[in-house]
């Protein structure tokens, strides 16, 4: 039977004297928690009765009406005021409010401490609490012994009596796959309270949109994640079991996130002989098909700048917005085989971050053209250096018609830069690497040096060197047209390792 507000007025050791919202006595009480926070609420999963040190309790009607408001909407059973020489007379405003709500207002004598009202509420609801927290963390057991996770969510909807969605904190995006989708506008109401709070989740997050109620908790994973509880086919969730829940969806989240590991690392190696073109179009038609990939509308990305934890972000981000891809890494740049959709490319910003550079080829089309398709990607993102978005397509740089196939860029690449790189295969030195950081870094001698790990007099001698051996003054706009033509010529030529 369950403990109410009313068992605790009729506890004779308590001395708890009803202020108002006598109405609201048969309301259950879950457990007991002091705060002396502004909003408690939001440490707070709905059932439990708040408990208030009297020297606390704002003086103002305005003050004790949204006190008073704020926590029946928020699912609290009821307040308990401790008496003391500082606590303030509760104002007719804020009783005629709790009688409204029926939001149980009561007091207690200063020698009562709050902790007798926490232990007989312990006491009544304790047993019921450990039963379900050990059931949660049974069927997380029989998980990892038995991979069912779409079983193991539909068993712990039915223990705690309501839904249960994991979900991208930023997105919105179903995180778990065994997870389904609270309706539509209970998650963009999830969403935007979350962005508004810049991600900052405090311990329960109450959500309303059209007449649902969620309780939103953090979920400790790689990747921002909260879960949901909705649909209460009685009373709310408690937040002892959301912790425990949450800590068990951790372990689901895992064992789906090493599956996935698994499966980026599968899915290199089918990227790599697409791109060395060890791939015939049927071969790499089966092999795209069976990972959801249509060769016809996909594009190689290629991004510069990103890093082993970036890219793992990725691999997960797409994952859970289900955007079929391949990841190969190769030297300093990442590649991606995925449909370039707003959805896709909203990803990749988020996961890669402010920092990465992204170049895009033409569509696919068909599995032989993957090395095509690479060198693409390679020269976009070279010249996305220079643009405000750091995005480039392949599409952009056909401003650049002297570079229209492989054979211009060759002609370009050995006319300009063709003595540099015979000097460097020979002399086993940096020129054209140098001469291209330069460039990037708006030609300041500094930002080279910290690039190139050189002394700046360093830099200094070899851009005059290059000057000597191409007849050609770097200060010149027609010389500096040129060069840049004619290395991102060379990246559409290079076959990256």
């Given at each position: 039977?369950?403990?109410?507000?009313?068992?605790?007025?009729?506890?004779?050791?308590l001395?708890?004297?009803?202020?108002?919202?006598?109405?609201?006595?048969?309301?259950?009480?879950?457990?007991?928690?002091?705060?002396?926070?502004?909003?408690?609420?939001?440490?707070?999963?709905?059932?439990?009765?708040?408990?208030?040190?009297?020297?606390?309790?704002?003086?103002?009607?305005?003050?004790?009406?949204?006190?008073?408001?704020?926590?029946?909407?928020?699912?609290?059973?009821?307040?308990?005021?401790?008496?003391?020489?500082?606590?303030?007379?509760l104002t007719?405003?804020?009783?005629?409010?709790?009688?409204?709500?029926?939001?149980?207002?009561?007091?207690?004598?200063?020698?009562?401490?709050?902790?007798?009202?926490?232990?007989?509420?312990?006491?009544?609801?304790?047993?019921?609490?450990?039963?379900?927290?050990?059931?949660?963390?049974?069927?997380?057991?029989?998980s990892?012994?038995?991979?069912?996770p779409?079983?193991?969510?539909?068993?712990?909807?039915?223990?705690?009596s309501?839904?249960?969605?994991?979900?991208?904190?930023?997105?919105?995006?179903?995180?778990?796959?065994?997870?389904?989708?609270?309706?539509d506008?209970l998650?963009?109401?999830?969403?935007?309270?979350?962005?508004?709070?810049?991600?900052?989740?405090?311990?329960?997050?109450?959500?309303?949109?059209?007449?649902?109620?969620?309780?939103?908790?953090?979920?400790?994973?790689?990747?921002p994640?909260?879960?949901?509880?909705?649909?209460f086919?009685?009373?709310?969730?408690?937040?002892?079991?959301?912790?425990?829940?949450?800590?068990?969806?951790?372990?689901?989240?895992?064992?789906?996130?090493?599956r996935?590991?698994?499966?980026?690392?599968?899915?290199?190696?089918?990227?790599?002989?697409?791109?060395d073109?060890r791939?015939s179009?049927?071969?790499?038609?089966?092999?795209?098909?069976?990972?959801?990939?249509?060769?016809?509308?996909?594009?190689?990305?290629?991004?510069?700048?990103?890093?082993?934890?970036?890219?793992?972000?990725?691999?997960?981000?797409?994952?859970?917005?289900?955007?079929?891809?391949?990841?190969?890494?190769?030297?300093?740049?990442?590649?991606a085989?995925?449909?370039?959709?707003?959805?896709?490319?909203?990803?990749?910003?988020?996961?890669?971050?402010?920092?990465?550079?992204?170049g895009?080829?033409?569509?696919?089309?068909?599995?032989?053209?993957?090395?095509?398709?690479?060198?693409?990607?390679?020269w976009?993102?070279?010249?996305a250096?220079?643009?405000?978005?750091?995005?480039?397509?392949?599409?952009?740089?056909?401003?650049?018609?002297?570079?229209?196939?492989?054979?211009?860029?060759?002609?370009?690449?050995?006319?300009?830069?063709?003595?540099?790189?015979?000097?460097?295969?020979?002399?086993?030195?940096?020129?054209?690497?140098t001469?291209d950081?330069?460039?990037?870094?708006?030609?300041?001698?500094?930002?080279?040096?910290?690039?190139?790990?050189?002394?700046?007099?360093?830099?200094?001698?070899?851009?005059?060197?290059?000057?000597?051996?191409?007849g050609?003054?770097?200060?010149?706009t027609?010389t500096?047209?040129?060069?840049?033509?004619?290395?991102?010529?060379?990246?559409?030529?290079?076959?990256?390792?």
């Amino acid at each position: 039977m369950a403990y109410r507000v009313r068992d605790l007025l009729e506890t004779p050791h308590l001395r708890l004297t009803l202020k108002g919202g006598g109405d609201g006595l048969d309301t259950p009480v879950t457990w007991a928690q002091t705060s002396d926070l502004e909003e408690p609420w939001s440490y707070l999963a709905g059932g439990e009765l708040l408990m208030k040190n009297g020297q606390t309790l704002p003086e103002s009607v305005r003050g004790q009406t949204a006190l008073i408001r704020g926590a029946a909407e928020n699912g609290i059973c009821g307040m308990v005021i401790g008496l003391d020489a500082a606590t303030p007379e509760l104002t007719p405003e804020a009783v005629a409010l709790a009688d409204q709500l029926a939001f149980p207002l009561m007091v207690v004598p200063y020698s009562v401490g709050f902790s007798s009202i926490g232990r007989a509420v312990a006491d009544a609801a304790g047993s019921g609490r450990i039963a379900v927290t050990e059931r949660v963390y049974n069927v997380i057991r029989q998980s990892m012994a038995h991979p069912a996770p779409a079983n193991v969510l539909a068993q712990l909807e039915r223990d705690l009596s309501c839904r249960i969605a994991v979900l991208d904190a930023a997105t919105g995006a179903v995180a778990l796959d065994a997870s389904d989708p609270p309706p539509d506008d209970l998650r963009d109401a999830i969403v935007s309270e979350i962005a508004h709070r810049r991600g900052a989740i405090p311990g329960v997050l109450h959500v309303n949109a059209a007449q649902q109620r969620a309780l939103v908790v953090e979920v400790p994973d790689e990747q921002p994640t909260v879960l949901s509880t909705y649909a209460f086919r009685g009373p709310s969730t408690e937040l002892v079991h959301l912790q425990h829940l949450a800590s068990a969806v951790a372990v689901l989240l895992a064992q789906q996130n090493a599956r996935r590991e698994h499966d980026r690392r599968i899915g290199a190696e089918v990227m790599s002989q697409l791109c060395d073109g060890r791939m015939s179009d049927r071969e790499g038609d089966r092999e795209l098909g069976e990972r959801g990939i249509d060769a016809v509308t996909s594009c190689v990305v290629a991004a510069e700048g990103v890093s082993a934890t970036a890219e793992r972000r990725l691999h997960l981000g797409l994952g859970r917005r289900s955007v079929p891809h391949l990841l190969l890494r190769r030297g300093e740049l990442l590649y991606a085989l995925m449909p370039v959709t707003d959805t896709s490319l909203e990803v990749l910003e988020q996961r890669l971050g402010d920092q990465a550079t992204l170049g895009i080829s033409e569509p696919l089309g068909r599995p032989s053209r993957a090395p095509n398709a690479v060198r693409e990607a390679t020269w976009a993102v070279r010249l996305a250096v220079s643009t405000s978005r750091r995005t480039a397509r392949l599409a952009d740089a056909r401003l650049f018609s002297a570079l229209g196939d492989p054979e211009d860029a060759r002609v370009v690449v050995d006319r300009v830069l063709g003595v540099l790189i015979d000097y460097d295969a020979t002399h086993s030195s940096e020129l054209v690497t140098t001469l291209d950081t330069y460039l990037r870094c708006e030609r300041s001698w500094l930002r080279t040096s910290r690039e190139l790990g050189v002394h700046r007099q360093t830099v200094v001698y070899r851009i005059q060197r290059i000057e000597e051996m191409t007849g050609r003054r770097i200060a010149d706009t027609a010389t500096l047209a040129e060069f840049w033509l004619a290395l991102r010529a060379r990246d559409l030529l290079a076959v990256p390792d």
